[in-house]
């Protein structure tokens, strides 16, 4: 079997975990996979070796005013004629053009690489499969997604003509797509009125990287890894209310609660103004991003691994199913996911039996007052997932999935 590959670049923060176990594991099958990427500085590390790679510069300037203003020219011409579809086009025609794929797979967090692939898979002959890890339906918010935000004058506008485009030219792929895979049951329900051929496999965690171990903690810690775009996204406040009620209550696990941010530095400003509020900055730390192959000793060391999601009154977000609550499952680690936003994660909370999914403060409290128990008991806090089922979110566990899927359909032509 030999496989086309679309994809942006390969490097942190996103680093495209998902599709770089998607490639490790079609090498491991024995296909060829050739890959067209985004060029990025340090994106060769990412890259999985024996992967034939073509990495393909789209931005020329990296800093300042000249990297905003040549993004403000290629994001119009995009917006007008698909300008970075089209260059990628050309530029990666000469490095698969010869054929003899029997696939085309394209991954996207919006739109790019899709029409690409599109346009590839139907020059090559080959049937197209899409995988998509993000839409534009799951949030209202304006700008989280642009590298850069629309200027303020007739920005709204802009974005909005911005969405409508891409999530068209998005589904104009989706409808030629052989099959389609998506990260959660409401991105499913969503992406499958453009092509009923929509399957959900989980983000998932990384088996080879991610397994559980007890390591004895000398505190008791609360721990965040990820972004914290804003608080409508992602909103922390249930915490700090929790933690200053049982202060005020002079329970034992007031004193002793630590919770500690791994986060970047627009993400340490948004949290840090709201720990103000609650006058908890003694008990609030904050660390760099976390390095990938650093996640699991620092989640290791955590007695509890905070999810954080929205509030859906106040914005209606769906079906985010961030990666570290995958990792924290392949970890085996106790899981705090608030607000409860009776969305597909909270649900996935509850059947895994991973830990709590909760808007309730009290039974919040009540949480953390019984791992705090466990933790003076024994020095660490025990996971609660049952093996079988932690296995079934691995990685390995969607790659299969996927390769079963294209084999079913090529086989079938």
Not at 92 to 112: H, I, L, M, N
Not at 333 to 358: F, K, M, W, Y
Request: glycine residues 6%.
């Amino acid at each position: 079997m030999r496989l086309l590959v679309f994809s942006e670049a390969f490097l942190p923060p996103a680093y495209l975990p998902r599709v770089r176990y998607f490639c490790a594991y079609f090498l491991e099958k024995g296909w060829e996979v050739d890959c067209v990427v985004e060029e990025s500085p340090g994106n060769a590390q990412y890259i999985p070796q024996g992967v034939r790679v073509i990495s393909i510069p789209y931005y020329i300037c990296r800093h300042g005013a000249m990297a905003k203003a040549e993004w403000m020219l290629k994001f119009g011409l995009s917006l007008v004629c698909d300008n970075k579809g089209r260059y990628f086009y050309r530029k990666s025609k000469p490095f698969w053009q010869q054929g003899g794929y029997d696939a085309v797979f394209a991954s996207s967090f919006f739109t790019f690489p899709l029409p690409v692939a599109a346009r590839a898979a139907e020059a090559l002959k080959a049937p197209l499969f899409v995988d998509l890890r993000d839409i534009a339906e799951q949030s209202p918010d304006d700008n989280y997604y642009l590298q850069h935000k629309p200027p303020r004058l007739g920005g709204k506008c802009l974005f909005n003509a911005y969405k409508k485009i891409c999530v068209n030219r998005r589904n104009k792929v989706l409808r030629q797509a052989a099959a389609v895979t998506t990260v959660s049951p409401w991105h499913v329900q969503t992406l499958s009125q453009y092509n009923p051929n929509t399957f959900l496999i989980y983000n998932g965690f990384d088996e080879a990287r991610f397994y559980p171990r007890a390591v004895q903690a000398s505190r008791f810690v609360v721990a965040y890894f990820g972004q914290v775009f804003n608080e409508r996204i992602r909103n922390p406040r249930m915490l700090f209310e929790c933690i200053r009620n049982l202060k005020e209550r002079q329970e034992p696990v007031a004193g002793d609660v630590v919770v500690s941010w791994f986060v970047d530095r627009r993400s340490e400003e948004v949290v840090r103004a709201i720990v103000a509020e609650y006058g908890l900055g003694s008990q609030v730390e904050f660390h760099a991003f976390v390095k990938p192959e650093e996640v699991l000793d620092e989640m290791h060391k955590s007695s509890v691994v905070l999810v954080l999601n929205n509030l859906q009154k106040e914005k209606r977000y769906f079906g985010i199913m961030t990666t570290k609550f995958f990792e924290a499952i392949g970890a085996n680690r106790p899981v705090l996911s608030i607000p409860d936003n009776h969305d597909n994660l909270s649900q996935l909370v509850r059947e895994t039996g991973c830990g709590l999914a909760s808007s309730d403060v009290r039974e919040i409290g009540q949480f953390l007052i019984e791992k705090h128990a466990e933790w003076k008991r024994q020095g660490y806090v025990c996971g609660t997932v049952d093996e079988a089922v932690r296995m079934d979110y691995s990685r390995r566990k969607g790659a299969e999935m996927l390769v079963e899927l294209i084999m079913n359909y090529t086989v079938h032509e």
